[in-house]
């Protein structure tokens, strides 16, 4: 409750500092715009967005669930309780779950089969919080999602060929935005293809939403812009795209952003 006080109330003195300052003036370039109330936050606060978000999934990663267990008993790809740099090696093949998971999925199995929760119990929210606090240990890690394992390869395929797969009323896909117009705007917000590090920011807290968004998230935004129903959370659509952008990216030899990113 405390950290969304403080959320609502530096995004309303935000706002209308940025009303302010754009009457009669030329509207500022996205990002800039973005770094400025970045700046914004940090002059009258002290503390970004993000931050709160990685404080609070702080607290949660230590809650101990029914099993009486904490999340440091869960394996995140380099043995159990250890964050430093797993977020940028994920997605990845897990055997005790016998599938593929990404870092918001892996999240969501450990609290069921580590600390006991049922899938009921469990909050979207609590997911996005404990995500923006692992990932926060792959702040500005260069990405090194390779797929190996024979059921990484074929999310990879299933990912490529969700990619430029037309579906919906609009007759969309990834690809029409992504690749057809990187490096242009859509909307003012420029775009990026895999190759040029698309995924790099997230999670991140967009100003303009008020809240923070994670890769999920931001592909379930996507799926809604071009008309297509999106799927569930944790499901392997969105495991499957993730790895195919983050693979595309790490070929490319990019690196993830400052997390959680501050974005429009």
């Not at 754009?22 to 500022?28: F, S």
């Not at 008993?73 to 897990?94: Q, S």
């Not at 929210?125 to 990484?152: C, G, L, N, W």
């Amino acid at each position: 409750m405390k950290r969304t006080s403080l959320v609502l109330g530096v995004a309303l003195t935000a706002l209308g500092a940025l009303f302010a300052y754009t009457q009669g003036q030329k509207p500022l370039d996205p990002f800039e715009e973005a770094m400025r109330q970045r700046q914004m936050y940090l002059e009258t606060f002290g503390i970004l967005p993000g931050e709160l978000y990685v404080e609070e999934g702080k607290e949660l990663f230590y809650r101990k669930g029914p099993s009486g267990k904490t999340l440091e008993a869960c394996d995140f790809g380099k043995g159990p309780g250890v964050l430093e740099g797993v977020y940028a090696i994920l997605p990845k093949y897990f055997p005790d779950s016998k599938r593929v998971e990404d870092l918001e999925t892996r999240i969501h199995t450990c609290m069921q089969k580590v600390q006991g929760y049922k899938p009921q119990e469990i909050k979207r929210d609590e997911v996005r919080a404990i995500t923006a606090y692992v990932a926060s240990f792959s702040s500005k890690a260069r990405m090194q999602v390779v797929p190996k394992h024979p059921a990484e390869l074929a999310m990879y395929n299933l990912g490529r060929e969700l990619w430029y797969w037309r579906a919906g009323n609009r007759d969309m896909n990834c690809a029409a935005c992504h690749d057809r117009y990187a490096g242009r705007r859509v909307r003012l917000s420029p775009l990026r293809s895999p190759s040029q590090g698309l995924g790099s920011e997230w999670p991140a807290y967009r100003f303009e939403a008020d809240k923070l968004y994670t890769m999920q998230d931001r592909l379930a935004f996507c799926y809604e812009s071009i008309g297509i129903p999106k799927p569930d959370y944790y499901s392997e659509s969105y495991i499957a795209l993730t790895v195919y952008i983050l693979a595309e990216a790490t070929k490319a030899g990019h690196s993830f952003e400052e997390l959680p990113f501050f974005t429009r």
